[in-house]
């Protein structure tokens, strides 16, 4: 991933709070799209600290 990449910041704060870790290896595909059961699990990582 690219620093200076329009998302990296979010990826960042993403992986750091445990939300994501990439499609393996530490890669993103920011473009792609994601699937219901992805968005409910970013959804359901990010609701476990709250």
């Known amino acids: 991933m690219p620093a200076d990449a329009y998302y990296a910041d ?3 704060w993403a992986v750091e709070e445990g939300i994501t870790s990439g499609i ?3 890669s993103f595909s920011p473009d792609a799209p994601c699937t219901r059961a992805q968005i ?3 959804l359901y990582r990010d609701s476990k600290d709250a």
């Open 10 to 12: 979010a990826v960042a």
């Open 24 to 26: 393996g290896a530490n």
């Open 40 to 42: 409910v699990t970013f």
